[in-house]
């Protein structure tokens, strides 16, 4: 093996990856797969020396996304065939997996869950606990709802799985180096350069931080934010136990926060507790090395009672070991893969919230392809790093959330559920009169935001449930305000970024779908695509001067954003980007009477004549000054204001008081969605993305095809048109009042799957649940085959027919928006 620590290192390498654990290594393997044999790996100690060697081995498919599911579907299938091909044992065994609902709240998850993962080419049933017992002999089923069985899932040995890997990279010619810290990492005008190790300096196209727990201090090596938190985490093995044999089922078990499985004729239980302890929010210790951490059994015994109920023979038998190690979590609870936002070549794949080893397989091939090709195999999103702020890299921060984090996987998944931890970080100057207001907020980027509003007497928090929950009714007034008085939501969260320059105007056109050499004054919808004609980001674009362009984006993509435009804007344009978020707050009133209370309290003429759809110009409101935009994400007439922040309190306090007479009301995030969703308005990261074209998701009326220098994505767009879709997004209504959607929820055409929900909320005006979704199909998807088609959307168990259209159900001419 050359992995001996007296060989020199090379002067240099087209990649360097730093960490030595399943994940690297997968990398790793994966760059040589592909060809790519000037690679070097470098450990600080031994290889699984950090948390891989301590890792329980589970391998379930089923995660919380479709992205996720498809890294660990594809890791099960790396990991048959590796031993054969490396002659490396992996430790592998098939032996299924059973997930426990104990509740009928945790049975529709879960069977909403099975649904979707069917959808995804998951073998899985549902199954009784007569059917669990049979499974699992030993175990206590009489407080079972149901249950349901994974088939090909099973566990691994992390060690030998990561041997295994690295074996194949070596064998493929890439080095792997044990012993060599990283103690330095170089970069030249915005792209890492070499890396720095006690053994020597190795130059590099591309460093990938693999650095596990530690890849919060290799980040800052490279100026670059990685935001994760070691916690500490907990399991036991047992004597052996008779009856105990490999086959035996993983039994995941949320309600008891715990897994249990074999381990060599014992059994092991591993807790994922609800309150959950931080270790060394201070730093790792850099020669933490196979090491343990001593473990606070009384604050676990509690959560190790409960979990031992589940198999009661436990109760009687001895205990072998008693294990606590640490793992990295992140703030979000999805791992952290992608380039950095603001160094490129430096990638990074940390924070795997103990699911590693079943996500490690299609990590390293999604990294792989990512590096090699310049962009992911799939639509990564909700794992890219790119959807992380700078600022949560504060340690206080990640070590408060990482108590909620830790353990998020094994809670009850309820619709709209809201972190607990570490809340409070961004709160927008208007958060005491909107709290006064009866805002009931959730957070999204880090910002307080008012998801709806109580009414007087009624507490401002959530009940969870699966069905119609405690704010049902405030959304519905809420809803119905808008469409037929005027609501106002309070939006400061949305980013806003100023591009400037003498070349912005060539810099953007070049970016956008849209033509953006427009008048001032001018406001354009417009989507950036990425070199396939996926969808990179979904915004406005207002002109402010000749040389001055306002961008406004959804919170939650301000890194990604803001970090596409730097990355897409050639160097020799003399343009720049500046974040403005923070300086302006937003105000946005909606619905038919917005006019008649815009005019009555601010300057200029709002007619129609004098402020059409898709203008902005500034205005004065009592002493203070904002910038009104005419446009809307709901359908109906509106504008959104856009104020400094020290004219904020003024122009609420008018608006308020100036919309009492026209029934104005507080309005929150959930009705901004259920508005839109009715319009069939498109949300980033749900109804489309990376992978998703504005052909599929009938939003191609933005691209300027004919523009001089084209745009971004232009040219496989334009080879697509006119020929047959096979997927397009559809907006559908159920017939039946009743029931709720909310996400992953299949589609059905003539009885046969042919799409998912996208997204969905309850449609009040339209009196029924509304949803967007993908349908396909490889003979295309034609205006007459949604038209003639018998749709249902699947809902657990039940099929619920459904009516489809391609054209918005709500005031599908757009009459109200430009009135």
């Not at 891989?52 to 660990?72: F, I, K, N, Y």
């Not at 070199?531 to 990179?536: A, D, K, T, V």
Request: proline content about 5%.
């Amino acid at each position: 093996m050359n992995t001996a620590t007296d060989k020199p290192l090379p002067e240099h390498a087209r990649v360097v990856i730093i960490g030595g654990g399943v994940i690297g290594c997968s990398i790793a393997y994966h760059l040589a797969q592909l060809g790519w044999r000037d690679v070097v790996l470098l450990e600080r100690a031994r290889l699984t020396s950090g948390t891989t060697w301590h890792a329980a081995g589970l391998l379930t498919s089923l995660r919380d996304t479709e992205t996720q599911t498809r890294l660990a579907s594809y890791t099960q299938e790396l990991y048959r065939r590796l031993e054969a091909e490396t002659g490396q044992a992996t430790g592998l065994i098939e032996c299924g997996s059973i997930q426990l609902a104990l509740t009928p709240d945790k049975a529709e998850e879960m069977r909403r869950g099975f649904r979707a993962a069917q959808s995804f080419g998951i073998e899985c049933e549902e199954i009784g606990p007569a059917d669990v017992q049979r499974l699992w002999p030993l175990a206590q089923v009489g407080d079972l709802e149901t249950a349901f069985h994974f088939p090909r899932d099973g566990r691994a040995n992390p060690t030998d799985i990561t041997q295994a890997l690295a074996k194949g990279a070596r064998n493929r010619g890439v080095r792997i180096v044990e012993q060599c810290p990283v103690t330095a990492i170089e970069q030249r005008d915005g792209r890492v350069t070499a890396v720095q190790t006690a053994r020597g300096r190795i130059t590099a196209e591309f460093v990938v931080n693999c650095a596990g727990m530690w890849a919060r201090e290799v980040g800052r090596l490279a100026g670059v934010d990685v935001p994760l938190q070691a916690a500490e985490h907990y399991y036991l093995i047992s004597e052996p136990v008779a009856g105990v044999h490999p086959q035996l089922p993983i039994l995941r078990d949320p309600g008891r926060s715990a897994y249990i499985r074999e381990e060599a004729g014992k059994i092991m239980v591993g807790i994922f507790e609800d309150v959950a302890k931080p270790w060394r929010v201070d730093g790792i210790p850099p020669d933490f090395t196979f090491g343990e951490i001593p473990p606070d059994w009384d604050r676990l015994q509690p959560y190790l009672e409960r979990a031992i109920e589940r198999v009661p023979v436990l109760a009687n038998t001895g205990i072998k070991v008693l294990f606590c190690g640490p793992e990295s979590f992140t703030a979000d609870h999805n791992y952290l893969m992608g380039e950095a936002p603001d160094l490129k070549g430096f990638f990074v794949a940390a924070g795997f919230n103990s699911l590693g080893i079943l996500s490690g397989g299609g990590v390293g091939l999604a990294m792989a392809h990512w590096i090699v090709h310049g962009h992911a195999p799939m639509d990564v999103w909700s794992v890219n790093i790119r959807r992380t702020h700078a600022w949560q890299n504060n340690a206080r921060y990640l070590a408060d959330r990482v108590v909620e984090s830790l353990g998020i996987g094994y809670q009850d998944h309820w619709p709209y559920r809201q972190w607990q931890s570490a809340r409070g970080v961004k709160r927008g100057i208007l958060h005491d009169r909107l709290a006064a207001a009866g805002a009931c907020f959730g957070e999204s980027a880090g910002w307080e935001r008012p998801n709806w509003y109580a009414r007087p007497g009624q507490t401002p928090a959530y009940e969870y449930s699966w069905g119609r929950q405690n704010w049902f009714g405030n959304n519905a007034e809420e809803h119905r305000a808008v469409r037929e008085r005027v609501g106002l939501f309070e939006q400061t969260s949305f980013a806003k970024l100023l591009v400037q320059g003498r070349d912005a105007e060539r810099a953007l056109n070049r970016i956008a779908t849209a033509d953006c050499r427009v008048a001032v004054g001018k406001v354009v919808y417009t989507q950036f695509l990425n070199e396939r004609g996926g969808i990179e980001a979904d915004l406005s674009v207002t002109r402010l001067a000749a040389d001055r362009f306002l961008i406004v984006t959804a919170a939650f993509t301000a890194t990604h954003v803001r970090s596409w435009l730097t990355d897409h804007i050639d160097a020799a344009l003399h343009c720049v980007v500046t974040d403005v978020s923070d300086g302006w707050s937003m105000l946005n009133v909606q619905g038919p009477r917005s006019r008649e209370l815009l005019s009555g309290i601010a300057s200029g003429d709002w007619s129609n004549a004098a402020f059409p759809f898709g203008t902005a110009r500034e205005v004065q409101i009592g002493y203070q000054s904002a910038l009104a935009l005419r446009l809307t994400y709901v359908g109906e007439l509106g504008w959104e204001l856009y104020v400094p922040v020290p004219f904020t309190l003024g122009v609420y306090d008018a608006l308020v008081e100036a919309g009492r007479p026209f029934g104005l009301a507080h309005c929150g995030y959930h009705t901004l969605n259920s508005l839109r969703i009715e319009k069939a308005y498109r949300d980033w990261s749900h109804d489309i993305g990376p992978d998703d074209t504005p052909l599929d998701a009938g939003i191609a009326f933005t691209c300027s095809w004919d523009k001089p220098g084209g745009f971004i994505g232009r040219e496989p767009l334009a080879a697509a048109r006119g020929t047959a879709r096979q997927r397009r997004l559809v907006q559908f209504l159920l017939e039946d009042p009743q029931p709720l959607l909310y996400h992953y929820e299949p589609i059905l055409r003539d009885g046969e799957r042919v799409g998912i929900v996208t997204s969905a909320m309850y449609g009040h005006t339209l009196g029924g649940a509304t949803a967007l979704g993908y349908v396909g199909s490889p003979g295309g998807v034609s205006d007459a085959y949604i038209a003639t088609g018998r749709f249902e959307i699947l809902i657990g168990n039940r099929r619920v027919p459904a009516r489809a259209s391609l054209r918005p159900l709500y005031d599908p001419g757009g009459d109200r928006v430009r009135c």
